[in-house]
């Protein structure tokens, strides 16, 4: 069972252009989650996906921030005009709704916007 | 709202040392999950365990022991002998059950096990 992809695994921007990061989850798994994580700090929710319908979104995506999920399966995370404050590490995770969830995360994105 | 705090942010031990790290959250929902997730250098987040907010019984995988502690909102993690492929840092984070279970995490905890 592979685990969660991210691609790429490293972007460098110049301020005010966009960029878009993707994420495969685990194959099945219905429930996908963005998180996003600065220097020292935890990571924190963005997003999140059950199937293909996104049920909530942090305050922390503003409206340059946007996540699709078409049919149920990968995911796209677009951030559009980048910020200098939009560098950091962008993670992706997935789970399978059951009686007990566990998320599973990837090797997550790493920004740098200059 | 729910919260994490994770007050050590750096422990340095010697290899082979014992060492505790610190979990203490806060959460208005009877039920609830805690988790420990490593991540290595490689930046990846690792899962460590899940512990169920009714399911107060220590457990031990390893080298790796984890005590709930309901009546002081604590889950302490203890890595017993320790190695330096330990070093990393350490997150805490607890979710709701149900609907929507995102994760809030703690600063984490960076642990250096000196050879």
């Known amino acids: 069972d592979t685990g969660v992809s991210q691609n790429p695994r490293h972007k460098i921007t110049k301020r005010g252009q966009n960029v878009t990061f993707r994420c495969d989850p685990i194959?099945?798994?219905?429930?996908l989650y963005w998180y996003r994580q600065t220097l020292g700090q935890g990571p924190e929710f963005l997003t999140y996906?059950?199937?293909?319908?996104?049920?909530?979104k942090s305050r922390l995506l503003s409206d340059r921030f946007s996540a699709e999920r078409p049919k149920g399966s990968f995911s796209t995370l677009e951030i559009q005009r980048t910020e200098q404050g939009d560098s950091a590490m962008y993670l992706c995770a997935s789970s399978l709704i059951v009686l007990q969830e566990t998320q599973y995360f990837g090797p997550g994105t790493r920004l740098l916007v200059l | 709202a729910q919260k994490v705090t994770q007050a050590q942010t750096e422990i340095s031990v010697v290899e082979k040392e014992d060492v505790t790290l610190d979990c203490v959250y806060e959460t208005r929902d009877t039920t609830y999950y805690l988790f420990w997730y490593k991540q290595p250098p490689s930046g990846e987040l690792v899962f460590l365990i899940r512990?169920?907010?009714?399911?107060?019984q220590n457990e031990i995988s390893g080298r790796y022991s984890w005590n709930f502690q309901k009546s002081t909102s604590s889950f302490n993690f203890t890595i017993t002998a320790s190695q330096v492929v330990d070093s990393a840092v350490y997150f805490c984070?607890?979710?709701?059950?149900?609907?929507?279970?995102?994760?809030?995490f703690g600063k984490g905890i960076t642990l250096s096990v000196r050879p």
């Open positions: 996906f059950q199937n293909e319908a996104q049920l909530e």
């Open positions: 194959s099945e798994h219905n429930r």
């Open positions: 984070a607890l979710s709701r059950t149900g609907a929507n279970s995102k994760l809030t």
């Open positions: 512990r169920n907010s009714f399911d107060e």
